[in-house]
């Protein structure tokens, strides 16, 4: 059982459409970092939310972090083929000693 | 460039060999950390070193080994390769909470 649930698991679009990945857990995090890797690349940093109920714009990308601090979510507009990846949400909990706990992630293509 | 280093890239090796992964980083990060990645499972960890000096557990470290030979290198060993162990390896840095930096990852196929 993963203690961070991503959906969807896979999303298909047409360029300019907008798009909402989720991340999901029953536990509470100190905080919540979004990361997107590409085929043959390791995964690289978008954004960490600390705060519950904070939200940070990062150009067309939008991230929430829940007020209750178990869930956040990515809201992308008007995507385009360049946010081709995959997206994944990763938690730190309290006590934790630094370690990241990574959801399964979303596979987002998007279409020209 | 700054970041994390991983060598070799890909690797084969039969069941029953033995392997050793290297990592290394140039932001004087103290923490380090390496994950497994496999389809559907997210990534997870293996083990970390919180500071030179010191290792930990992670979720998965059955079947590994590793060791911080200084501030900069952290290696990760495969005594006795098992198919299961068949996935993408990444090693990662960190300074404060707030983000790691990852390696471009380490594909290694046991036969």
Redesign the interface.
Known sequence: T?L?EQSP?FLSIQEGENLTVYCNSSSVF??L?WYRQEP??????LV?V?TGGEVKKLKRLTFQFGDARKDSSLHITAAQPGDTGLY?C?G?RRGS?????????TQLTVLP | NAG?TQTPKFQVLKTGQSMTLQCAQDMNHN?M?W?RQDP??????IY?S?SEGTT?K?EVPNGYNVSRLNKREFSLRLESAAPSQTSVY?C?S?EV?????????TRLTVV
């Not at chain 1, 000693?97 to 992630?105: C, P, V, Y």
């Not at chain 2, 559907?40 to 960890?45: A, E, N």
């Not at chain 2, 909470?97 to 990852?105: A, R």
Request: no cysteine.
């Open positions: 993963q961070l698991q100190s905080s970092q043959g690349e390791g995964p690289v940093l960490t600390v994944l990763a730190l000693a630094r370690q990241l706990t990574f959801g399964s992630g | 994390v923490s950390y994950y559907g499972m997210g990534l997870r960890l970390y919180a930990d992670g990444f990662a960190s909470i707030y983000g790691y930096t990852f390696g471009s990852g």
